[in-house]
């Protein structure tokens, strides 16, 4: 078999991806909202299925609401360092924000010790009493998507987004679903699929949104 190579520079490799996903999403006659079109090929770029054209679910307005909270200098929650990692700090600093993972902190693990949880479900007790507006990007915890839900009911938390895209088997799927009854802003995809890179680039596509330079 012989294999042929493109002759990509280094600089262009990302531009010829996304050429790539948007020939192959006409292809399969995938016509994405504008607004919502830089979210979901970012996710595809990262994750290489595109799957999520179809299990992606959006809140109305979501997307504006979302870009009005980074503007406002939002802090975004991760449940996951790799999470944390993967969000362009630069950027979300730039309008004044910071990304928090508290997941490997000594009171979070003493606070779930102590109430018989996950540490996910004490980081969403931690990250609650925060000022400003909180975005929770939650790519591992299904734990963290039920306590976000419970404590949005009682009425003690009102984020200003909620990215939901655990990945895995138990509560999984049920607590997306219950992210999406709400009625807070969110982004969740829907099933199984997911994880902390796909978390991180849902971020790092509406940072994009608001500064291409990435911050550079």
């Known amino acids: 078999m ?3 190579l493109e002759n990509v520079l280094p600089g262009d490799i990302e531009k010829r991806s996304f050429a790539i996903i948007e020939g192959e999403l006409r292809s399969r006659g995938v016509i994405l909202p504008e607004d919502r ?3 979901v090929k970012r996710v595809i770029h990262t994750s290489a299925d595109f799957e999520y054209a179809d299990t992606l679910c959006f809140s109305d307005g979501v997307i504006e609401k979302a870009l009005a909270a980074i503007g406002a200098g939002a802090s975004v929650i991760t449940d ?3 999470g944390y990692s993967g969000i362009n ?3 979300l600093e730039k309008y004044g924000g910071q990304a928090y993972c508290f997941m490997g902190d000594a009171d979070v693990a003493e606070m779930a010790k102590k109430n018989g949880t996950t540490r996910a ?3 969403v007790d931690k990250a609650a009493v925060m000022e400003g507006p909180l975005i929770f990007a939650v790519g591992n915890a299904p734990t ?3 306590r976000l839900y419970e404590l ?3 009425g003690k938390l009102s984020p200003a987004l909620v990215v939901g895209v655990p990945v895995g088997f138990v509560n999984v799927v049920q607590s997306k679903e219950l992210i999406m009854e709400t009625g807070v802003p969110y982004v969740v995809a829907r099933g199984r699929k997911g994880g902390s890179n796909v978390a991180a680039a849902i ?3 509406l940072l994009y949104m608001l500064d291409e330079t990435r911050g550079m």
């Open 121 to 123: 479900v004490a980081a």
């Open 152 to 154: 949005i009911t009682e």
């Open 144 to 146: 963290a998507l039920i």
């Open 89 to 91: 700090k630069r950027v």
């Open 37 to 39: 079109a830089p979210l």
């Open 80 to 82: 996951t360092k790799m």
């Open 2 to 4: 012989k294999v042929t």
């Open 203 to 205: 971020c790092n596509a």
